[in-house]
Every structure is written in C-alpha cells, then in structure tokens.
C-alpha cells in the first residue's frame, strides 16, 4: 500500500472516531444515560453497561486523536479494534442488527492499518523511531 493510501485511510478512521468521541464528551453522562437504557432489556448487567458508557467516548476521543497525529498509530488501532468489538458484542445483544454494518466497517479500517502499518511514513511515530 503507498503512504498516501495509508495515510488517507488512517485521517478517514481518525476523524470518525475522534467526531465520536468529541460530540459525546461533552455530555457524557446524557450518552450514559442512553446507552444504559438501549441496554435495559438484554442479559448484559447495568454494572457492566454504565462503566463501558462512560469510557467509550473517551477511548473513542483518544483513539481518533493519536490517528489523526500519527502517534501510537499501531497501540491506537489495535485498541480500536477492541472498541469495535465490544460494540459489536453489544449490538448483538440487544439485536440492533443495522449498528453492525457501521462497526463492521471501522473494523475493517483498523485491521487495515494494522497490516499495512509499514506504510505509516507520514506520523508523528517516526520522529520517536529514529
């Protein structure tokens, strides 16, 4: 894959991901209050589900903005990754089966990154690998 194919994709999953987190943060606790109440009906625990509602706009946040910059650019897909699994489980749950095609997508995204991660020459990662 050419720099510019990777850098292009890794800006794309950046911005979504940091437009996700960004957007909820500042009303953190409205998202929790949601997302606690798409969970109400299915077998996963509120124990589970508050905790999850409230970091994952933050994991979103910080793992759209070391994209974006480049840095910890393999750590921050993988953690997207799992972010995206997890969401994944979660639709599942509570059978949004639509969620699934979006989260799907980004995976995709990230496991691209991943594979291709020698083409990341346009980072803030190199100036701290030399």
């Known amino acids: 894959m050419n720099t510019t194919s990777y850098l292009l994709l890794r800006l794309a999953i950046g911005a979504s991901m940091f437009g996700h987190g960004l ?64 969401l994944l489980f979660g639709s599942t749950m509570i059978e949004q089966w639509d969620w699934l095609t979006g989260q799907l997508i980004h995976l995709a ?11 990341n020459s346009c980072a803030l990662d190199n100036l701290f690998n030399k």
Not at 24 to 44: D, I, N, V
Not at 55 to 79: D, K, W, Y
Request: charged share 10%; glycine share 8%; net charge positive.
């Open 109 to 119: 995204f990230f496991a691209i990154l991943l594979q291709f991660n020698a083409s």
């Open 23 to 86: 957007v909820r943060l500042p009303k953190l606790a409205l998202f929790s209050g949601w997302m606690t109440g798409q969970f109400e009906k299915s077998m996963l625990p509120v124990a589970l589900v508050k905790p999850f509602s409230y970091t994952l706009p933050i994991a979103e946040f910080l793992v759209g903005l070391l994209l974006i910059a480049g840095l910890f650019t393999r750590q921050a897909s993988i953690l997207g990754g799992i972010v995206m699994l997890s």
